[in-house]
């Protein structure tokens, strides 16, 4: 098992490798994909695309103005304020869902999770949440190419090393409805050793040039896990603008 012990240490695994690896805390990990002949041209033969996730520490600390008065408060904690001779209880706290909202695309997310966002290579943004258990999704954003060769691609790296360890493969693929009513088809790959089950589903929606492809992980298949109760959020949720 992987383990975070220091909060803001960083370790890198090769993508492949990590998910050969039982659930754990993950702090950055890289995938290499190597591109047919067609990308080898145009874009230097090698997609490297950097898989960053942080752990944020807990925000603990927040402070409340109140005109001239000030207080360093908690979430989820009660204070009493006296503002002008007046007792004040003041009470901090989150929804329980939080919004991503960028100019290609939306969803809600569950709270106690934190987003990761960054760019990863020319043209390529990518948005990423994983739970404690090693699930989550992972959302890229392409301005410079059309990401639906990639499905078949991706897939098959992230479960190579699994199938080469003795898990049995079954692809599952279905087509989804995200909103405001687009079909997409999803490949998902459900992979099976023992007791231990790994999922990951695949979906892109692009153009000429550009569009957005979407990763979910699942390290177990508990319905009721954070890291599938984020993934069903997602897609619950999902616009493309």
Known sequence: MVRQDKQHSTLIFNFRKIFSVNSGCWTEFQFHVCANKTYQMKYRGLFILFFAFSYATAQEDYTLRINDTSLRISLDKKYELNVNGKKLVVLLS????????????????????????????????????????????????????????LNEMMLSEVTKESINYGYVLKREDYQKTIKPGQKINVDKAVLKYKDEVKIYEIATI???????????????????SPGQKLIDLMWATLVLK
């Open 94 to 149: 989150s929804n329980d869902t939080l919004a991503y909202d960028d100019n290609i695309l939306s969803f809600r997310y569950p709270k106690g999770f934190n987003v990761s966002k960054s760019k990863i290579d020319e043209g390529i943004e990518q948005i990423m949440i994983i739970s404690a258990e090693g699930s989550g999704i992972l959302l890229q954003k392409y301005s410079t190419l059309n990401p639906s060769m």
């Open 206 to 224: 692009g153009k000429k040039d550009e569009g957005v492809l979407i990763m979910t992980m699942r390290m177990d298949d508990d319905k009721n």
